[in-house]
C-alpha cells in the first residue's frame, strides 16, 4: 500500500508547478525583438510586491545580479538599469515576496538584434 | 518536478502538520479522556513542530534568493517576519513553547498546552490559501477541520497502547467507547468543513478534475474514505466486542490503528503537496 501511495505523490508533484508569477507586462515584452539595447527593463506586477533577486543572463552565458538599487520596498512598478552585453538573447529571471507573504518567481527574455 | 528546495519545502511542511497536529491532538485528547503518560508523546511531537516551524522559516529566505545564502540572510528573514508569514511563525513558536511548558505544570498545565495547541493550530489561518480571503466562514471552517482532525489523531497513538496491554483492555474499550461518541459529532463537521473549503477554493467540477490542486484534493478524499471505513470498523466492531472482554479484538484494534496512522501520513502529505507546490485553480 505504502508502493501505491508513494507513486500517487509522486504522480502530483511531477504534475506540480511552482507557478506564483503576478507578473502583468515588461518593456521590453516578453519574446520580444528590439534593435537597440534597452537603458532599463521595465517591470509592471499585478499587485505589491518585493523584489528579492532579479538576475540577468546574457546568450546562455554571461549572468549577472541586477541592481536594485533603491527599489527595496513593497510596490508595482520596477525599473531596473542594463548593460549593454551585446546582441544575443536576455533572459531575466526573478524572485520577489509577495505581501501576502508568498514567495514569487518568474522568468522572461528578449532578444537584442 | 520541483527542485531541491521545493522538495524540502514539502518534506519541512509534512513534518510541522505532523508535529503541529499531533501534539496539540494529543494534549486535547489527554483532557478531553484523562489519559495518562502522554507527555513524552506531546513532547516530542511539538518538538518535531518546532524543528520544522524554524525549518520552514529559513526555507522560505531560500526561496527568495534562489540559493542557500537566504536562509540564514537576515535581510530577507526580516522581510519574511515583517508579513503574515512571520505572524505564523510568531504563533507557531509561542503555541508550541506553551504546551510543552504546560507538560512540566501539573494539572493545571493540561489547559496551558491545549491552549498553546490551539494557538499554534489557528497559526495555519494566517498563511496559505485561506489566508487573504475575507470570508469569516472559511477561517472557521479551516480552524474546526483542524481541531477535529487533531483530536482523532491524538487519540489513536494513546488508544493503541492501552489496547497493547491486556491490564488497560478495559480502560482502552471505554476510552475508545467515549471517542466513539464524540467523533459522530466531530468527523461530520471534519467532513462539512472540508468539503466546504474545497468548495469554496476550488470552485468547479472542472476545476477538480482538471487541475493538479483538484487531483490531489481527490487523492486526499479517497484517503479520507479509507480512514473512514477503518474508523467504522473500530466503532462498529473491534471497540464493542473489547468492551464485551473479547482480548482479540484489542489485537485487531492495535493492528487497525496502526494502518490508520499510515493512511494519515500519506493525508498528511498530500496535504503539504497541496498546499505548497500547487496553486489554486484560477
Redesign the interface.
Known amino acids: 500500500?505504502?508502493t501505491i501511495?508513494l507513486a500517487?505523490?509522486m504522480g502530483?508533484?511531477?504534475?506540480?508547478?511552482?507557478?506564483?508569477s503576478p507578473l502583468d507586462t515588461t518593456t521590453p515584452d516578453n519574446a520580444a525583438t528590439v534593435t537597440e539595447m534597452p537603458t532599463e527593463v521595465l517591470m509592471d506586477f499585478k499587485g505589491d510586491i518585493?523584489l528579492?533577486?532579479v538576475?540577468i543572463t546574457h546568450a546562455g552565458k554571461h549572468s549577472m545580479d541586477m541592481d536594485l538599487g533603491e527599489q527595496k520596498a513593497f510596490m508595482q512598478q520596477f525599473a531596473l538599469p542594463m548593460h549593454d552585453m551585446g546582441a544575443g538573447v536576455y533572459v531575466v529571471?526573478w524572485?520577489?515576496?509577495g505581501?501576502?507573504?508568498h514567495?514569487l518567481?518568474g522568468t522572461f527574455s528578449f532578444t537584442v538584434e | 518536478?520541483?527542485?531541491a528546495f521545493?522538495?524540502a519545502a514539502?518534506v519541512t511542511k509534512f513534518a510541522l502538520y505532523l508535529g503541529v497536529m499531533t501534539a496539540a491532538g494529543t494534549v486535547i485528547a489527554t483532557l478531553m479522556f484523562r489519559l495518562d503518560r502522554t507527555r513524552g508523546l506531546a513532547a516530542a511531537f511539538a518538538a518535531l513542530g518546532l524543528m520544522a516551524t524554524v525549518l520552514a522559516f529559513s526555507l522560505?529566505g531560500a526561496?527568495?534568493?534562489?540559493d542557500v545564502s537566504?536562509m540564514t540572510d537576515p535581510e530577507?528573514l526580516g522581510?519574511?517576519w515583517s508579513?503574515?508569514?512571520?505572524t505564523?511563525l510568531l504563533l507557531r513558536l509561542v503555541g508550541l513553547g506553551l504546551l510543552i511548558a504546560g507538560l512540566f505544570m501539573g494539572r493545571i498545565g493540561t489547559w496551558v498546552s491545549v491552549f498553546g495547541g490551539g494557538i499554534a493550530i489557528w497559526s495555519f489561518d494566517h498563511?496559505g490559501h485561506v489566508?487573504?480571503r475575507d470570508t469569516t466562514l472559511l477561517y472557521i471552517a479551516l480552524t474546526l477541520h483542524l481541531l477535529a482532525f487533531a483530536l482523532w489523531i491524538g487519540v489513536l497513538t494513546p488508544l493503541k497502547r492501552l489496547a497493547s496491554s491486556s491490564g488497560t483492555y478495559a480502560l482502552a474499550a471505554d476510552v475508545g467507547h467515549r471517542f466513539g461518541i464524540i467523533a459522530t459529532i466531530t468527523v461530520p463537521a471534519l467532513i462539512i468543513a472540508g468539503g466546504y473549503m474545497g468548495y469554496v477554493l476550488v470552485g468547479s467540477l472542472d476545476a477538480l478534475i482538471g487541475t493538479?490542486y483538484g487531483?490531489?484534493l481527490i487523492?486526499k478524499v479517497l484517503?479520507v474514505g479509507l480512514l473512514l471505513v477503518l474508523a467504522a470498523a473500530n466503532k462498529l466492531r473491534f471497540i464493542p466486542a473489547l468492551r464485551l472482554g473479547d482480548s482479540a479484538a484489542a489485537n485487531h484494534l492495535s493492528k487497525s490503528i496502526s494502518v490508520e496512522w499510515?493512511v494519515i501520513l500519506?493525508v498528511l502529505?498530500?496535504t503539504a503537496?497541496l498546499t505548497t507546490?500547487?496553486?489554486l485553480p484560477t
Open positions: 500500500m505504502k501511495l500517487g505523490m502530483i508533484w511531477a504534475t506540480g508547478a511552482m507557478a506564483h518585493r528579492t533577486r538576475s529571471e524572485r520577489g515576496l505581501d501576502d507573504g514567495a518567481n | 518536478m520541483p527542485d521545493g522538495l514539502i522560505r526561496n527568495l534568493t534562489g537566504g530577507m522581510l519574511l508579513t503574515p508569514v512571520g505564523a498563511v489566508s487573504g493538479g487531483q490531489a487523492i484517503l499510515l500519506a502529505g498530500t503537496v507546490n500547487l496553486t
